[in-house]
DNA sequence: GTCTTCATGTCGGAT
DNA sequence: ATCCGACGTGAAGAC
């Protein structure tokens, strides 16, 4: 186990700083080290990223990510299952992650580490999250005439030739429905995969059929609403939570 | 300026934990704290999190990022912009991260801090990337002849009233081409936005006019390909990258 | 600000 | 392993 005193260092000589990381690495700990680096990346894409200063943090799962001093989205990063190496090449410190299918490089060269430090991490509980879509399906499930007076769900995640349908069901004519959710504001893209179900439904059932779309969402743009008109599909203003 | 030993703390007192993240925010620094927390998010969703161990980022753009052990994604977030606040409460570190439009509120409770320190991030360098949409694009531009002998470019990005077409221009008939690229695999969603364009151009021309569709990507999914030939779409393989 | 689309998207679930 | 669609998607460019 890893002494409480064993755990940081700032301004680590390199040999030093190599050997924490390797124990992270290791033991399954989660090392975050800070310096200046220049990063490169091979794999779906390749980038080259200059010297400058940022945080690199190797999780036990086989994460990598590099963060600047900017943005929500790491710099550069490699996902989870990946194989972290380090190793001193002179004064420096390079830290490699690699993973196969696909094959994908990251190389982070630190010209200095001011910081390194490893964690034992225990995260026991899961994200609890309200607001989803699924919270939205939920509502219409509870009271179908929210969608339309009439409506009478049949399945959710019906398979149609073109994908699943989030819900699928009859209106009061007897006419088949389809509907597809969204969280939030939808654009064309949305109206396209709801437009995709319908025909595809429309193929696949007699011809004689009515295939009804809904596009429930708390609101639509204007070019999606057109795109809606201009195939005859229908949109109901629902929130996954009632009160916004 | 802080000096290099007022930058990190091994098991601080929460009181110094608090100045030195307090500092942070402060001098436009970037914070990084490990501890046992839990953490709370109210926004566009909602979301709950029990104790447990996990690494927060504060940067000084704004940005809050809670990392557990596993995952490339933060398991909570604050997006770029937001104001962050640190306080104590008793014995416990609370951050707190706010912004507005729309109304988004991150709290993370700390019960214990393991580690916390603090940097000055320098970083010029914006990172140079290969084997995008954008190469794919200018593979064709340069010769045109690999999308179809006889095709001719005649604008990028030309609007049309369902968005905007990645390449536009004309075959050796004359018939009006829209591109649509794709720099991965494709499947349904790509087939639906090209089919949109195709649609959109059709109904823009006059009546007479012939519009054909291309789908340039490495490959395509089975269901996509089924889709294309329902829609009389076109396909034609290429990568970003010559090699690939 | 809103809209639209790309992304080394990531992630989870189903096959 | 691939396929498919959701995501508090994020980020960038256009308007």
Redesign the interface.
Known sequence: MIE??E??R??PETTEASRLVETAIQEGL?A?L?GRCRVEYEG????????????V?L???G?A?V??????KP???Q??GCTHEVQTDGDSLVVRSRRETPEEVLLVEFESV??V?I??????????????EEDLRDRILEDPSILEPGFEPRATERQT???AVDIYGVDGDGNAVVVELK??RVG??AV??L??YVESLERDLHAETTVRGFLVAPSVTE?AS??LGERGLEFVSLA??PDT
Chains 1, 2 share one sequence.
């Open positions: 409480s005193g755990r940081a700032v301004q989660l975050t800070f779906r894409a390749a980038s080259t990223l200059k010297e400058g200063e940022r945080l943090v999780k036990p799962d994460t990510l963060h600047s001093d900017e943005g929500q710099v550069n990063w996902p989870p001011d910081h430090a964690f034992d991490v225990t995260d026991d509980h899961d994200l609890s999250l309200t607001g989803t030739p073109a994908g969280r939030r064309p893209d396209s995969q437009n995709r070019r057109r795109l996954p939570s």
